[in-house]
């Protein structure tokens, strides 16, 4: 059974920071992962989709890179700005399932 | 469509009530899901279908859930017999279809449920 882990929970940073976002999972037999922005009382945005032959993708401040064979994928968002701020959740596919993360609550202080 | 539809947006009912949620996902997409999310959590899977059947239905959570697709288009989840802990987002997303690794879903913005 796929479960999928996000660490930290919660992450509060100023802003310009550089930061990193973590996301794990258990069954590396996934087709593609992806990242996906959630504003409070909104639906979710997808941001980067990285199929499983790939290793990263990027867009604008975002990178994001994925190690299958350890189960690992990090967000990197460089420059943050307090428009960042948002909920940041990770879903692995593979079968049938998309399965999420938790998610890492980012806030960016101005 | 443009996008994902859902409706209602809000829905507020009684405990013992049946409610049903509508999905209408963009236009040729084959795959849609529903997922469930309760207040400070993740997203829980709940249903899945291609076209008009259903290979999963392993995340409904009682037999009071059901959903159902015609058309291979919009989609219904009824939930009979509303319980308070029922009180949650129920987020849909359609994509062109399962099993592609560029396969990108595309979410609703959500029914909001409230069970009193």
């Known amino acids: 059974k796929q479960e999928v882990t996000q660490i930290p929970a919660a992450l509060s940073v100023p802003e310009g920071e550089n930061l990193v976002l973590n996301c794990s999972f258990t069954d590396s037999a996934i087709y593609n992962l992806q990242w996906f922005r959630q504003d409070p009382g909104k639906g979710l945005t997808s941001l980067l989709l990285i199929q499983s032959s790939q290793r990263e993708q990027t867009s604008g401040r975002l990178n994001a890179s994925l190690d299958k064979s350890s189960g690992r994928s990090t967000l990197y968002i460089a420059a943050s700005q307090p428009g960042d701020s948002a909920t940041y959740l990770c879903a692995v596919s593979g079968g049938f399932k998309t399965i999420f993360g938790a998610g890492t609550r980012l806030f960016v202080k101005a | ?116």
């Open chain 2, 1 to 116: 469509g443009a996008g994902v539809s859902q409706s209602p947006s809000n829905k507020v009912t009684e405990k013992g009530k049946d409610v049903e949620l509508r999905c209408d996902p963009i236009s040729g997409h084959t795959a849609l899901y529903w997922y469930r999310q309760s207040l400070g959590q993740g997203l829980e899977f709940l249903i899945y279908f291609q076209g008009n059947s259903a290979p999963d239905k392993s995340g409904l959570p009682s037999d009071r859930f059901s959903a159902e697709r015609t058309g291979g288009s919009v989609s219904t989840l009824t939930i009979q017999r509303t319980q308070q802990e029922d009180s949650a987002v129920y987020l849909c997303a359609s994509s062109t279809r399962q099993g592609s690794g560029a396969n990108v879903l595309t979410f609703g913005a959500g029914s909001r449920l409230t069970v009193l």
